[in-house]
């Protein structure tokens, strides 16, 4: 069902758009236009700020914004602007005319073709609109709530920047090949820092939320604590020994590794020779048992669609399948220049998951001698080009099958991606969908072989 504030913003963008693209056919033929693009957004933000239970700060605005993309033949130039002034537009696209025959040419630019252009599926099971809307009382509330819950937490010495904001947001897009897309979206966020202190020295986390209805955001409560004792946890952490020995993945870690191979088959680096996994496509690149999929159709779901803005359906997409790569996350372009057919994620992946192995944490923890359970990573460097992993990480020492409460830090994890990504073993908790965090979500992930760079 369409609201109010979906037929208002329609009503008001609709004209302006085809004014636009009537302009750059019937003016621009002068300077060889073919065909264009147009995308009109709105964004209303709120967002504010607490500091020992009073609000620090508080900032709200709107702003539109419209892009622009003239095609030439087989070139193609965008802009924006921030106005809904169609006089000035207008003269912004005709001084682009005057210049486009300047721009190399690159037929991988274009338009999707006319015939594989989709009208869009309705968005409205989504529900990723939230029409009565908390006003601003509500989100201080939330942010003062997670405030009080982490100073609780005993050790904790103080929390900083902690924001609640919230976005209410419309796109429209039109195109002369037929393309026609609206997407409306509220987004709700908060996060915020806590600073636990004990004789040996100091340690900061942070957690965040977010959610398209403010009722899924978690419990403001809850994730202060979370978020204070994880980092009460870190303090009087030590350093590992030096060796090789298994890893394994809380969630938040293994969503970031996931992250990893999500890179190593992006469509852009296979162009660009930027991943091993170049021409790997059908060939086994993980473990056995290791699928991962992407589904933009989950209620709710923090990536959610039904059509991407070149104009192709969003289906659900199978990346890798018992460890034997399927697809690349390629968008029309870089289809194109790779020779595979687009998947309809031109604007990225949308919900992602690994599949549960069928083990359980505790079983899949249950043969190591000693090794360490990463809760998450501290910068350093993944290269998907020749599989370099180096990164230093924080988390808890694993002895005899068991997490212990010894806080290790300071430490990289080394290793080769090919060897990493061929060591992987899933247990059955991946976290459900939608997800008040990730827009990828991942088991408790072990890996074997690694190498500590520790003491």
């Not at 239970?53 to 087989?74: D, F, N, P």
């Not at 690994?354 to 359980?360: A, D, E, I, Q």
């Amino acid at each position: 069902m369409t609201t109010k504030a979906e037929k208002d913003f329609l009503k008001k963008v609709k004209p302006v758009a085809k004014t636009l693209l009537d302009y750059a056919l019937k003016t621009g033929g002068a300077y060889g236009i073919t065909d264009a693009k147009v995308t009109i957004s709105v964004s209303e933000n709120q967002k504010s700020s607490v500091s020992n239970g009073a609000v620090s700060e508080t900032v709200t605005g709107t702003q539109w914004g419209v892009g622009i993309t003239l095609y030439a033949g087989k070139r193609s130039m965008s802009f924006s602007k921030n106005t809904l002034d169609t006089a000035k537009l207008c003269d912004t696209m005709k001084e682009n005319m005057q210049v486009i025959h300047l721009v190399p040419e690159n037929e991988n630019k274009l338009l999707l073709e006319k015939a594989k252009v989709a009208k869009q599926p309705d968005m409205s099971a989504l529900d990723l609109y939230e029409e009565n809307q908390p006003g601003q009382a509500e989100l201080i509330d939330y942010a003062r709530k997670f405030e009080k819950a982490a100073q609780a937490v005993a050790g904790v010495k103080t929390t900083d920047r902690l924001k609640v904001s919230k976005s209410v947001a419309q796109t429209y897009t039109a195109a002369t090949n037929g393309l026609e897309r609206h997407e409306a979206k509220t987004t709700y966020s908060a996060s915020g820092e806590v600073i636990a202190e004990s004789k040996q020295g100091m340690e900061a986390g942070y957690d965040y939320s977010q959610a398209h209805h403010f009722g899924d955001m978690t419990d403001p409560a809850k994730l202060g604590r979370a978020a204070a004792e994880t980092t009460v946890a870190q303090l009087d952490s030590v350093q590992p020994k030096t060796g090789e020995m298994p890893i394994v993945l809380d969630h938040a870690a293994a969503e970031e590794f996931f992250g990893t191979v999500m890179s190593a088959i992006d469509g852009s680096a296979v162009f660009n020779g930027d991943t091993f996994l170049k021409g790997q496509q059908g060939q086994q690149v993980m473990s056995k048992g290791v699928t991962l999929v992407d589904d933009p159709l989950i209620k709710r779901g923090l990536g959610s669609g039904t059509l991407d803005s070149a104009g192709l359906e969003m289906k659900p997409v199978t990346f890798i399948e018992d460890g034997v790569l399927k697809a690349f996350n390629a968008s029309v372009m870089e289809a194109r220049q790779i020779g595979v057919s687009p998947i309809g994620r031109e604007d990225g992946t949308t919900n992602s998951k690994v599949l549960p192995g069928t083990k359980t944490p505790e079983e899949l923890i249950a043969g190591i001698k000693e090794g360490i359970y990463i809760k998450g990573f501290n910068g350093g460097t993944v290269n998907t080009a020749n599989g370099t992993h180096s990164r230093e990480a924080y988390g808890l020492l694993i002895k005899n099958g068991k997490i212990t409460k010894t806080a290790v830090s300071g430490f990289v994890v080394s290793g080769n991606l090919k060897k990493m990504f061929m060591n992987v073993a899933l247990a059955n908790d991946t976290p459900k969908q939608p997800n008040t965090k990730y827009h990828l979500v991942a088991p408790t992930t072990r890996i074997d072989g690694c190498t500590i760079a520790g003491q």
